[in-house]
């Protein structure tokens, strides 16, 4: 793997580009995010001493959820006019396609915590802007982008992808969902410190799935 | 060297006459489980005849396990050899494993509601179990998806690689999340002060024939899996020869 730092930018340019000017993925992820958070406080009552507990994790999955939705949508522009083959005949490095595609889906995903966090935490007062509860979203928002950027590219010629994108993503995903849930609970002062080096299991689970990923993409792809 | 190696390993597979003696091998030390779990060991002090699950129910957790790092090791294979016949192997051994990871489940409630009083307990080693079960039924459902085509083929490797290593990151996640809560009291058979030998040998037994059982279940699996892939083969070959024969007619009668 040897990084080509001209193609990277080149691809993470005209795909911040595409999403500036057509606005397909950041917007409605935001909105459906939001609008989860909405349906979560009908049921657990966040914003009540009592529900306090779960606001860390009703965050999570409602951003879990909506960049689930981003992902799918994502790889559909992506295979419309056979944009992805197109850019796959190009003599470059499947690596570094595969890192600036991950990295394209992290600076829309920390977008949408931009608009989420700050209205989650003025929704229910919680002290959401401790450096704790943001490099902890940043490095969660990491490890999930780089199992939904591979799952999500090899889906991209499925028809039912809708239904299999969740079902491959959740399940290897939980034990990132459980470190950054302990951990933002903890950062955020809603549970009690539990010692746990949590952050420790999010850089490990980061860095497996970013270094695996990068290494099978070029597989996952070839000639599709 | 490995050529050689994996292509004895896909011949043993195919053997009928290894078949049909590891089926005879299975039920042997299948029934001489039986008579260790039933007869031979004696029934524990604290659990009673209850305990005796766990003669069949440790050597299936051990299987799955097993099973579920053939689906690594053939996806590995797969995506480096390209040959199709390691993704058959993937497939089957991840249907196998997950019948087992079910049984696994299964036995370990059974034995859970007479002696923790419940059903289903959130500890660590079961709640593992749980995610490995929705991971490989996840990947068996995209393989349902992807149909027939190589580059779903090369997915599913994929996704059967970075399940098995997710595995170790699940178990020390789970770990650390269950400590945080209260736990159900419970009486661990594993951590028990010390298993008498009559115990040991049994279950030893219990091992080696529940991987005999697997052996011949993947190798039947894998037998039905690689008649479809030549079934399927013989097909195209059909469908390319009837569609030259008859753009050769059409040529004829187009003078």
Redesign the interface.
């Known amino acids: 793997m040897n990084l080509d730092l001209r193609v990277f930018t080149a691809i993470l340019w005209k795909d911040l580009l595409i999403e500036v000017r057509a606005k397909e993925v950041l917007a409605p992820v935001a909105t459906f995010a939001l609008l989860m958070v909405l349906v979560f406080n009908f049921g657990f009552e966040i914003d009540t001493g009592r529900g306090r507990d779960v606001a860390p994790a009703a965050l999570w999955l409602a951003f879990i959820l909506g960049g689930l939705l981003g992902f799918g949508r994502a790889f559909q522009l992506e295979r419309e006019q056979g944009a992805l083959d197109a850019m796959l005949l190009a003599p470059v490095d499947r690596s570094t396609v595969y890192l600036a595609k991950l990295a394209v889906n992290v600076i829309i995903l920390l977008g949408v915590e931009v608009i989420l966090v700050p209205a989650f935490g003025l929704l229910f007062d919680l002290p959401v802007l401790r450096p704790g509860v943001l490099l902890t979203l940043a490095l969660g928002t990491i490890g999930y982008a780089s199992l939904g950027t591979l799952y999500a590219s090899g889906m991209a010629n499925l028809r039912s992808r809708e239904v299999a994108l969740p079902l491959l993503v959740l399940p290897a995903m939980i034990p990132l969902v459980i470190a950054v849930v302990e951990a933002t609970a903890e950062a955020m002062g809603v549970s009690p410190d539990s010692g746990r080096p949590w952050w420790a299991l999010i850089l490990a689970f980061d860095a497996v799935f970013v270094v695996l990923s990068a290494a099978l993409f070029g597989s996952l792809v070839k000639d599709t | 060297m490995i050529e050689s190696l994996s292509d004895r390993i896909h011949a043993a597979l195919l053997s009928p006459r290894l078949r049909q003696a590891a089926i005879v091998a299975a039920a042997l030390a299948m029934l001489a489980t039986l008579f260790g779990a039933f007869i031979y060991a004696p029934a524990d002090a604290i659990e009673g005849d209850v305990q005796r699950i766990f003669y069949i129910h440790v050597p299936m957790a051990w299987v799955a396990y097993l099973a579920f790092g053939i689906v690594a090791a053939s996806s590995l294979m797969f995506?480096w050899r390209k040959q199709s016949r390691w993704d058959v192997l993937a497939r089957s051994s991840a249907e196998v494993g997950l019948i087992f990871t079910t049984l696994v489940l299964l036995t370990g409630a059974i034995w859970g509601r007479p002696i923790w009083g419940t059903w289903w307990a959130w500890d660590a080693r079961l709640t593992t179990t749980l995610?490995l079960w929705?991971?490989y039924a996840?990947?068996l459902?995209?393989r349902s998806?992807?149909g027939e085509e190589e580059?779903?083929a090369?997915?599913a490797?994929?996704?059967g690689?970075?399940?098995f290593?997710?595995v170790p990151?699940?178990h020390?996640?789970?770990t650390?999340?269950r400590t945080?809560h209260p736990q159900p009291i419970v009486v661990r058979p594993l951590e028990s002060p010390s298993l008498p030998n009559e115990m040991l040998a049994v279950m030893l037994v219990g091992v080696v024939a529940m991987t005999l059982v697997f052996v011949t279940l993947l190798a039947l699996r894998y037998a039905v899996g690689i008649a479809d892939e030549r079934l399927r083969l013989r097909r195209r070959r059909a469908y390319a020869r009837a569609l030259l024969a008859t753009t050769r007619t059409l040529e004829a009668a187009n003078g």
Do not use: E, K, P, Q
């Open positions: 995506l995610i929705v991971l996840g990947y459902t995209i998806f992807v580059s779903g090369r997915f490797a994929v996704v690689v970075l399940g290593v997710d990151i699940v020390m996640s789970v650390w999340w945080l």
